[in-house]
Nanobody, 121 residues
Framework: QVQLVESGGGLVQPGGSLRLSCAAS????????MGWYRQAPGKERELVAA???????SYADSVKGRFAISRDNAKNTVYLQMNSLKPEDTAVYYC???????????????WGKGTLVTVSS
């Protein structure tokens, strides 16, 4: 069984920083892309940042220059460093991984349960 568990969310003032972590555990053979999504109240879930197995990254325009995604392949963990946070960054942040593991014979997308980030003074 494969699990993704996020951590690092919380309450932060505008202009502050947070670092999210997401660790994949269980019977994992290979991980391709990993990413962070977010869903604000009343809005659809959107891609924030993604990183492939080679380290190539991509970002939503709204977070470019403020957020940085990275991964530790040895730990099956992906991080999201969030700087210069704005109230509009408030959302539940979800981790996603495209991986081969568990009883599956093909790559599948797995989701964490999410961690809440609130940016408010």
């Amino acid at each position: 069984q494969v699990q993704l568990v996020e951590s690092g969310g919380g309450l932060v003032q505008p202009g502050g920083s947070l670092r999210l972590s997401c660790a994949a555990s269980g019977s994992i053979f290979s991980i391709r892309a990993m990413g962070w999504y977010r869903q604000a109240p009343g809005k659809e879930r959107e891609l924030v940042a993604a990183i492939n197995s080679g380290g190539r990254t991509s970002y939503a325009d709204s977070v470019k220059g403020r957020f940085a995604i990275s991964r530790d392949n040895a730990k099956n963990t992906v991080y999201l460093q969030m700087n210069s946070l704005k109230p509009e960054d408030t959302a539940v942040y979800y981790c996603n991984a495209d991986l081969l593991g568990g009883s599956s014979r093909s790559y599948m997308g797995y989701w964490g349960k999410g961690t809440l980030v609130t940016v408010s003074s």
